[in-house]
């Protein structure tokens, strides 16, 4: 009798994901305004570039919505700004982690740690990471954002990208990547990309779909 009903639990189980599989359907989230639309000007930060993806990189990334610049702070400072948005639907591809494409552009990691960043009275969770390529060294700032919540590693944004198709019927997530050049020591690299976040972060909120 235990072996038959546990038979029935499982082909129970078996067909109950058949059906979710068949009719189950991911909506394609927007984001709130189009991220061109992030200011170009802001807290003393200056925009002195953009730049865009030629179609054989977009095949690959497949956002559905992204903005990448550089940026100059009044002191004379230069961070890139990387904001990458996928809405969810079958057209948009899942987010890329930098774990993955760093290295496969010839950047090594040198450090690496998770931190938080004070914004107002919130709490921005990120990775702060060094990494070399060549003479050149770049500190990394970045994370993942999902309806609100800040990630900072892939397993958790896998894991949360299941739950939410699961129960919202949402795949929507973005990457938010901010890179400084620096040489000698990092500290000032550090506190430029500090400030950048302080400043942008409640702007970058607004855009993303909660």
């Known amino acids: 009798m235990k072996g038959k009903f546990r038979f029935w639990i499982v082909y129970g189980l078996l067909i109950g994901a058949t059906f979710f599989v068949h009719l189950h359907h991911d909506i394609t989230v ?4 189009p991220l061109r639309e992030i200011p170009a000007h802001l807290q003393g930060w200056r925009m002195v570039s953009q730049w865009h993806f ?3 990189i977009l095949q690959v990334l ?19 700004f990387y904001l990458g948005y996928h ?10 982690s930098p774990k993955h494409c760093l290295p496969g552009a010839g950047w090594h990691r040198l450090s690496e740690q998770n931190v938080r960043i004070h914004v107002g009275g919130e709490g921005v969770s990120m990775v702060q990471a060094v ?12 994370w993942f954002q999902v309806m609100g919540k800040c990630l900072t590693n892939e397993y958790s944004l896998k894991l949360t ?24 020591s990092d500290k000032n690299a550090l506190a430029t990309g500090r400030r950048f976040v302080r400043d942008f972060y409640p702007v970058i909120e607004s855009f993303l779909p909660r």
């Open 30 to 33: 927007p984001v709130n305004r």
């Open 54 to 56: 030629d179609d054989s």
């Open 62 to 80: 497949k956002p559905t919505d992204y903005v990448y610049r550089q940026y100059v702070g009044s002191e004379g400072s230069r961070v890139s």
């Open 87 to 96: 809405g969810g639907g079958k057209n948009s591809g899942p987010v890329h």
């Open 131 to 142: 990494y070399q390529n060549g003479e050149s060294k770049e500190l990394f700032l970045y």
């Open 161 to 184: 990208d299941i739950f939410n198709s699961i129960v919202h019927g949402r795949r929507d997530a973005a990457f938010i990547r901010i890179s400084i050049p620096f040489d000698g």
